[in-house]
């Protein structure tokens, strides 16, 4: 069964794929932007090629070198990456996968497929296991994002017994509101050891009470540093100190 190095747990950047003027990806900003993520915002772990990097507006060969110039640039520096590499194409997907094994990514996501849409767990979980075994020595995680896939599955619905499917299973990124969905996924899972990762930003300290082990957000690029100290609150036990963090970066305008 694969399983990473570590449990990846806490903040996780959905980093954003630099372009050009000219609608180019801009490879050469992001040596700068490992640096920038670890030194100034103290995040170590990524997530590469999900919405907030428009991985499904891009060419499969584009992703490929995204991939691989995030693999390159935070060898040694960052914790984690997961490389998004959910495609409506079973194939493709399983391509990306494969890649990422290639590389060396630590892990791989995969949003479910949204034009012709998986009607119940069980095609769903068919299109999952296909993916996940064409990279298995890779954690595999599952990106639940219903608001923008029209897959309605709960997650809570599609975990029982996931492990049995697809062995390599690690855990979840839930980019939802529905926290009682969330909720039943962590009280029903507590052995498995999964990992939690809640994807809406100004949600966070609402999740980490529902058990949360970690987010994955775009907000983390720029506001790292101030999540930390919100988690740190909350892992001393000053609510109310978590609570101004969370009030407070809800205020922030996000960068245009």
Request: aromatic share 8%.
């Amino acid at each position: 069964m694969a399983s990473p190095k570590k449990k990846l747990q806490g903040l996780v950047a959905a980093t954003i794929t630099p372009m050009t003027e000219h609608g180019e990806i801009n490879f050469s900003v992001i040596g700068r932007y490992v640096d920038y993520l670890v030194e100034e915002q103290g995040v170590k772990n990524i997530f590469v090629n999900g919405t907030t990097g428009e991985g499904l507006s891009l060419s499969i060969s584009e992703r490929c070198r995204v991939a691989e110039e995030w693999v390159t640039e935070g060898r040694n520096k960052l914790d984690q990456i997961v490389i998004h590499v959910g495609a409506l194409s079973l194939k493709e997907s399983q391509e990306l996968a494969q890649h990422a094994a290639k590389i060396g990514a630590d892990g791989i996501a995969v949003i479910a497929p949204f034009f012709l849409k998986p009607w119940n767990k069980d095609v769903l979980i068919n299109f999952l296991k296909e993916v996940a075994a064409a990279a298995p020595a890779l954690p595999f995680y599952y990106y639940h994002i219903p608001a923008l896939t029209g897959v309605k599955i709960r997650a809570e619905e599609l975990l029982d017994g996931i492990q049995d499917k697809i062995p390599t299973f690690q855990g979840l990124k839930f980019s939802d509101t529905d926290l009682l969905d969330f909720g039943q996924c962590v009280d029903q899972n507590r052995q498995q050891q999964f990992a939690f990762l809640f994807g809406v930003d100004e949600q966070l300290l609402s999740a980490l009470v529902m058990g949360a082990t970690g987010a994955v957000g775009s907000t983390y690029n720029y506001l790292g540093k101030k999540t930390n100290q919100m988690l740190e609150a909350f892992e001393r036990k000053d609510f109310s100190s978590a609570l101004n963090h969370q009030v407070l970066e809800c205020r922030r305008p996000k960068p245009s």
